[in-house]
């Protein structure tokens, strides 16, 4: 996918150049933030308080002490969701699925990752060796044409009285960004994220790649 496509988009520039920070300065009258937080760290209003801060980044941009606590929250909720399930969810090391993606959004609470959020470009072979946009869209007869991935989306479940998981969600929604979301269908956590964030549940299906259900959400139509 040729992020061309989306030329009113300026996410779009910022992940196919060096900074993603840079595309998401506010207007002037915003008081320098965006939804309660400053880009890049400087925080906050709203229902936050100072101890918590955003972050937008092209992954090539963080450090690899702050891309382990990232993998750490991911794999600490998949480990914990699939725990007793009688299946065992195959997939690349977590840290360098996060520097394979294209955009991280991640919120920090006292420095540490509480919520993120990774955004692919799903035209491209995965590691199930399928091109999620072509596939998805076979099995859920629904088209994905032009819309990213969301690939992770995690908040810890200390973070459940903030609004950790819709923050990161907005600038999707500001930017008028078309996403989809793919997730097992028993996966309760995930599954509650996306009807908190108001994403469109579209239909259950299964894929020869995996052995169990999925379900699709999209932000828009």
Do not use: W
């Amino acid at each position: 996918m040729d992020f061309n496509d989306f030329p009113e988009h300026a996410l779009f520039e910022a992940i196919s150049g060096e900074s993603m920070i840079q595309e998401y300065q506010p207007d002037e009258d915003d008081g320098g933030t965006i939804d309660g937080f400053e880009i890049d760290g400087q925080t906050n209003s709203g229902p936050f308080d100072d101890n918590f801060k955003l972050y937008i980044k092209n992954p090539s941009q963080i450090d690899d002490a702050t891309l382990n606590e990232l993998g750490k929250l991911i794999d600490g909720k998949y480990s914990d969701d699939f725990r007793d399930l009688k299946r065992i969810v195959s997939q690349p090391d977590t840290v360098e699925q996060i520097k394979n993606s294209d955009m991280v959004e991640y919120i920090t609470y006292e420095d540490i990752p509480v919520g993120v959020l990774t955004v692919t470009d799903p035209t491209k072979e995965n590691y199930m060796n399928i091109v999620p946009a072509e596939t998805y869209s076979l099995h859920s007869a629904y088209n994905l044409d032009k819309r990213l991935e969301i690939e992770y989306f995690v908040v810890s479940s200390e973070m459940n009285e903030y609004p950790v998981a819709q923050e990161l969600v907005n600038h999707l929604l500001e930017q008028k960004i078309a996403t989809f979301l793919v997730c097992p269908a028993d996966d309760t956590s995930t599954n509650e994220l996306m009807r908190k964030v108001h994403y469109k549940y579209v239909k259950t299906f299964r894929i020869d790649a995996v052995n169990y259900d999925i379900n699709l959400y999209v932000n828009r139509e």
